[in-house]
């Protein structure tokens, strides 16, 4: 995402939390890398912050030598990490009490989608903030829409992450059951994705639940995390999510059994494990 904004002509002062990454991108794309935080909103009129989760924000937004250590008035800061709608409404009343401002702007699309700037944005807080950063946006994604007030872009990600884990699972089951009934798994996903049942998870993924080669794009132990910010999402506004529960509990198991790096279609595996068979035919009896 940076590299393509400095690919636009934008001038980036960089950091990340392990410096050899700035600096690596740095050397190969230009910007200026900063020490911290701090030292970034000292120096931009914009920041942009990409993270794991809430935790990891938080810190970096609000701890020492954080974003709001070096604040000015007129700054806007952009988040795009998947993080929590409360957390997200928190730091922007406190961008504003400083007179500045924030948005919460997650994406959707996974590293290809990134390293492509196809991403799908979704982005919560004021309007006019939203047009200010419109073409920042438009350099990193293709869909790009302003879905509400603060935090609303981290409830459109929560949906997202939702859907997402539930059409997994549904793949996962039914790869198994066509492996245990001797369907190769390669005809059952074309005739899946040629009817009713065609979804972007079966052609995104559909190469590593043909290879099994489950190198991380989106992180089981990610969606793992988003997952548990749709649930605190439910508990917050009263909405019963019962399927997002269970599958929020496979993710979990696929980490306990030291799956949590593996890319989030390993969600197959579990059902796999489950079954006493792979998704390609091979009884582990």
């Known amino acids: 995402m940076a590299s393509n904004l400095m690919g636009a002509g934008y001038d980036l002062v960089l950091y990340n939390r392990t410096k050899e990454k700035a600096e690596k991108l740095s050397a190969d794309g230009g910007g200026e890398v900063a020490e911290t935080p701090r030292e970034v909103a000292a120096r931009c009129d914009i920041v942009i912050t990409m993270l794991p989760g809430p935790t990891e924000v938080e810190a970096v937004v609000s701890g020492g030598d954080g974003f709001l250590e070096g604040i000015r008035k007129s700054l806007l800061m952009i988040d795009m990490s998947t993080s929590s709608p409360t957390l997200a409404r928190k730091l922007a009343r406190t961008a504003r009490e400083r007179g500045a401002s924030m948005l919460d702007a997650p994406v959707s699309g996974g590293d290809v989608g990134a390293i492509e700037g196809t991403l799908s944005i979704m982005v919560g807080g004021d309007e006019g903030d939203f047009e200010h950063a419109r073409p920042l946006f438009e350099v990193m994604g293709d869909t790009v829409v302003h879905v509400g007030p603060d935090g609303a872009g981290q409830v459109v990600k929560a949906a997202n992450q939702i859907v997402v884990a539930l059409v997994m699972e549904a793949v996962s089951e039914a790869l198994v059951l066509g492996a245990k009934a001797q369907v190769d798994p390669e005809k059952l996903l074309d005739v899946l ?16 639940y043909l290879s099994r080669h489950f190198e991380p794009g989106g992180k089981v132990k990610y969606h793992h995390k988003d997952l548990g910010i749709a649930l ?15 599958v929020e509990q496979m993710f979990g ?33």
């Open 193 to 208: 994705s040629g009817g009713l049942a065609g979804n972007r998870v079966m052609e995104v993924k559909r190469d590593k």
């Open 232 to 246: 605190a999402a439910g508990r917050e506004y009263g909405v019963a999510l019962p399927a997002t529960v269970l």
């Open 253 to 285: 198991a696929l980490v306990a059994q030291g799956r949590g790096g593996w890319d989030h279609s390993a969600l197959v595996t579990l059902v796999e494990d489950w079954s006493r068979r792979d998704a390609h035919g091979q009884s582990w009896e």
